[in-house]
């Protein structure tokens, strides 16, 4: 029920928050070693605003909420990019039940915005390269429930992320070191595993 879909993504995003909060280090020095090293930084700019969660909000209230503080608080790419993703989130989500259909549709939408704002591909070592496993993950789970689904994006998420260590980055500031990121695992990639995680561990109660 509603009340239910409330406390879900509530649970959801305040795991989200807290898991990046815990490892603005550990996100900023992947990027140190390939990349700028300002992703921590950003990542806890753009969560601070993020939703309180002693008073749940809509699905879609929580990951507009989010969205916002993102777009205000965070510089560089992925303020832009995680931004643009929980807004799709939230359109996709505004007005109807949560369902497994429901969160298919919507990251997959979040999918193609950040494609289509970063024009990155598969492979090219971004955070896509957690977001498209997701995505068809969720695709396939459609008739599953969400803790299902989100159960089968956070493992096909984690293995994206994870397989990035092997990959030469073609988009954004870690491209300029080619080579030099290998076995290094792309921060974005593991925020966007961080988030199917947090949003499985939420649904499973
Ligand atoms: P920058 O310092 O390059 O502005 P951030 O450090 O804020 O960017 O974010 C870096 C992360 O953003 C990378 O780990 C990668 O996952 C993601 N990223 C960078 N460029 C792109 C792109 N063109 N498309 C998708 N994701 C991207
Ligand atoms: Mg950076
Ligand atoms: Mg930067």
């Known amino acids: 029920d509603a009340a239910e879909a409330d406390a879900t993504v509530t649970a959801w995003v305040a795991r989200f928050t807290e ?37 749940p909000l809509s699905p879609a209230a929580t990951f507009s909420r989010l969205s916002r503080s993102f777009l205000e608080n965070a510089g560089g790419t992925s ?3 995680f ?9 996709a989500t505004a007005g109807r039940d949560l369902t497994a259909e429901v969160l298919a549709d919507a990251v997959r939408g979040a999918l193609e915005i950040v494609v289509q704002l970063g024009g990155a591909s598969a492979g090219d070592r971004t955070m896509v390269d957690a977001l498209a ?10 008739g599953e429930s969400v803790a299902a689904a989100l159960a089968a994006a956070a493992d096909a998420a984690a293995r994206g992320a994870e397989a990035t260590a092997t990959m030469t980055a073609r988009r954004g500031r870690a491209s300029y070191v080619g080579d030099a990121a290998r ?11 961080w988030f199917f995680a947090a949003g499985a561990e939420a649904a499973a109660g």
């Open 19 to 55: 898991r990046v909060r815990g490892a603005v280090d550990e996100l900023t020095d992947l990027d140190r070693r390939a990349g700028d090293g300002d992703f921590g930084v950003t990542m806890d700019a753009g969560l601070r605003d993020a939703p309180d969660p002693s008073t």
């Open 79 to 81: 303020g832009a990019l």
């Open 83 to 91: 931004g643009a993703i929980f807004h799709r989130m939230a359109d």
């Open 133 to 142: 496993p997701a995505a068809d993950a969720l695709d396939g789970a459609r």
């Open 183 to 193: 076995d290094v695992v792309d921060p974005g990639a593991l925020a966007v595993a």
